[in-house]
């Protein structure tokens, strides 16, 4: 207990004298007959009800108190009296029930006189006796960052903050209802894995003891979802986790929620559908509507069916009809004088796509598929017959960042054994070869993608940055709590 924190040394000792008395100040299981929003949607004068909550506001008016407890769904307002609870009870209930305090209560439902529905209190019960008491002022945006620590006092006491996440829990729902109705096969593939595959990702390096070996945090399920459409399963699956031991951002943490999709004798034109199928099924069926508005007024139009332009063709589009018409170098100074960095070494198209990145894809507010990257952007898609310098892909940008990536899966394994050997500098040592031996067995024609789930929830929920739709985001270490 902080020094001189006078609220929770009486609190402490309210604690002390409820077990003085043979009182739990923590209380055990109590039987709730319905939630808060059940009770009032189901509103019939003097009709019981045992409710179970946190004390919200407490308004002593002598002779009774008024409160508010609030549930997961919802306020309402008790009303305790010696007349309903009994002198001994009331007295109790007066001396030790504070703000915070979870407490469950027997009683009738009526309406005051002002209209406010309110619980008639003919019994409580201590359940949990807060010992440190809710900010009456909590933080404000100058400390969102205080918030994010402490995200149960941003849940008791943001209803707009609980109502994200609540949204999140339904989408997610919704986009597992939208798969396994479609036939799709829910599986789960290791998180810890002998080689860093699947993305060009920093991975995060752990040790396994028993085994004497390193592993690693995986950065993508790719690699053990392809195994399985080797297997046999065309249609399937994963919605967990991923882990980059990269930066923090806006749009970034380290832990992330992916979902993966593959669909065997599908290709990327079959992943499009099923993504434009997907995002706007969930939010018709969640959100109740096609059209989102930001947090800054602007609305993103979700409504069918979307944009599908070549990646090249958007390029000339707003970079002008010359940019691949300059040299390398021209380029480059152009990208600089642009205010588009890049590593000194970065070969050509990376400058490019780094340019896109930064001026072009926060632009692309309404859904847009973007196709045909660089072959060398995606080197486990497939390229395409007619223009081999590109390959058979899309990037599903809305809201100014990209929601999903996907691709017609390359499935011949000698190519595939070329371009991951070109893409780890010739080190055979860096290949997966369990997965090589896998394709070798022979993987059908497939279409794959990937819907970054947090950056869906952060557009369709409005929410600016991925740390507000994180219950517990990555944050650097910090003492500083209330």
Known sequence: MEPGHELMRTRLEKRARLLARGIDPYGGAFEVSESV??????????????????????????????????????????????????????????????????????????????????????????????????????????????????????LILHDEVRRVFELRSRIVAEIRRYLTERGFLEVETPMMQPIAGGAAARPFVTHHEALGIDLFLRVAPELYLKRLLVGGWEKIFELNRNFRNEGISRRHNPEFTMLEVYEAYGDYETMMELAQGLITTVAENVLDTLVVRRQDGQEINLRPPWRRVRYRDLVEERLGKDWFALSASERRARATAMGVEFPPDAPDYEVTNAVFEKTIEPTLIDPVFVTHLPAELVVLAKQNKEDPSVVDVFELVINGQEIAPGYTELNDPVVQRERLLAQAAGHAEKLDEDFLVALEHGMPPAGGMGIGIDRLVMMLTGAESIRDVILFPQLRPSSRLT
């Open 37 to 154: 929003a059940a009770a009032r949607a189901n509103y019939v004068e003097e009709r019981p009800v045992r409710l179970a909550g946190r004390v919200m506001s407490h308004r002593d008016m002598g002779k009774s108190v008024f409160l508010d407890l609030k549930d997961s769904t919802g306020r309402i307002q008790l009303y305790v009296q010696p007349k309903s609870v009994g002198e001994e009870s009331f007295a109790l209930f007066k001396e030790f029930v504070d703000i915070g305090d979870i407490v469950g209560v027997a009683g009738r439902l009526f309406v005051t006189r002002a209209g406010e529905l309110t619980v008639r209190v003919e019994q409580w019960q201590m359940l949990s006796k807060a010992i440190r008491p809710l900010p009456k002022e909590y933080y404000g945006l100058e400390n969102v960052e205080l918030r994010q620590r402490q995200r149960y006092l941003d």
